[in-house]
């Protein structure tokens, strides 16, 4: 589900929780299937840089503040997403927070990703702005979208 | 030679101060208002509001800031008509839709990862 302020995927991976928590948390799993070559170990509270190894954004680097790594539950991370370059200074730019949810599911690990923050605001305040549209804000969305799209 | 990718310059740099814009519940009634029944005067846009006419005006200065409004004035009137700038709201959801198609791309790979 995707809104206004927020990304939400979840995915049934086949495989064990403990498989599913060391391809986020170990960085150097991490870095081969999210495709960045991370310098240093996850911790909480630890600041990791890297380089993209996605074909085409090779120019890049990113980087990782490590939030939260609760033991096959949670990880998290604050980040810029996908806007680094080396001559830009993004560290006045607000980040995103980024989750990971593991749970035990039939036949594998429930994994969900949220990634959030993209107004900069307190969450509890965000949700209430965008709640308070009993019509939702996707609708409107469309509604907007119809309204400037050539007939 | 690749080209700087337009998702990492225009990204978020663009988009947050959408999302700040919005984030309040007083600028989102505006803009929805705006959206749904089209330009409006300052009149016509305070009657509706639970907020002063003052507080109103400046929303609106804050939204036309972030590029979501602008404020025309027509003929003699001396008053200013809003109007809603949909192109900043396109970009700014045409960004998380980026966002949201690279971590699909993102997840197989872990699926594949973690699978094998």
């Known amino acids: ?7 939400e995927k979840s995915i049934l991976l086949r495989a064990p929780r403990s498989r599913v928590w060391r391809a986020l948390t170990d960085a150097q799993e991490f870095g081969a299937w999210f495709r960045v070559q991370l310098e240093g170990a996850f911790a909480e509270g630890a600041t990791l840089r890297g380089r993209i190894t996605y074909p085409g954004y090779e120019h890049l680097t990113m ?5 939260r790594m609760d033991r096959e539950r949670l990880f998290s991370y604050r980040w810029h997403p996908y806007a680094v370059s080396a001559d830009v200074d993004y560290s006045a730019e607000p980040t995103t927070l980024v989750e990971f949810r593991l749970e035990e599911a039939t036949g594998g690990t429930l994994l969900t990703v949220v990634e959030s923050g993209f107004d900069r605001l307190p ?6 702005a965008f709640r308070m549209n009993d019509r939702g804000w996707s609708e409107q969305m469309v509604n907007i979208e119809r309204h400037v799209s050539p007939a | 030679m690749s080209r700087q990718p337009s998702v990492a310059r225009a990204g978020l740099v663009g988009a947050a101060p959408v999302f700040a814009a919005l984030g309040d519940e007083t600028r989102l009634r505006l ?13 016509r846009l305070s009657a ?33 008509i809003w109007e809603l700038e949909p192109r900043r709201l396109q970009e700014a959801r045409r960004y998380l839709d980026r966002i949201s198609r690279q971590w699909d791309g993102a997840l197989e790979r872990l699926r594949g990862f973690v699978e094998e």
């Open chain 1, 1 to 7: 589900m995707t809104s206004a302020d927020r990304i």
């Open chain 1, 63 to 67: 980087e990782m503040l490590i939030e």
């Open chain 1, 123 to 128: 969450s509890g305040r965000q949700a209430e």
């Open chain 2, 31 to 43: 803009v929805v208002r705006l959206c749904t029944e089209g330009p409006l005067s300052i009149v």
């Open chain 2, 48 to 80: 509706g509001a639970s907020v002063t006419r003052q507080a109103v005006t400046k929303h609106l200065h804050a939204l036309a800031a972030a590029g979501l409004v602008r404020g025309k004035r027509r003929g003699r009137q001396r008053q200013r």
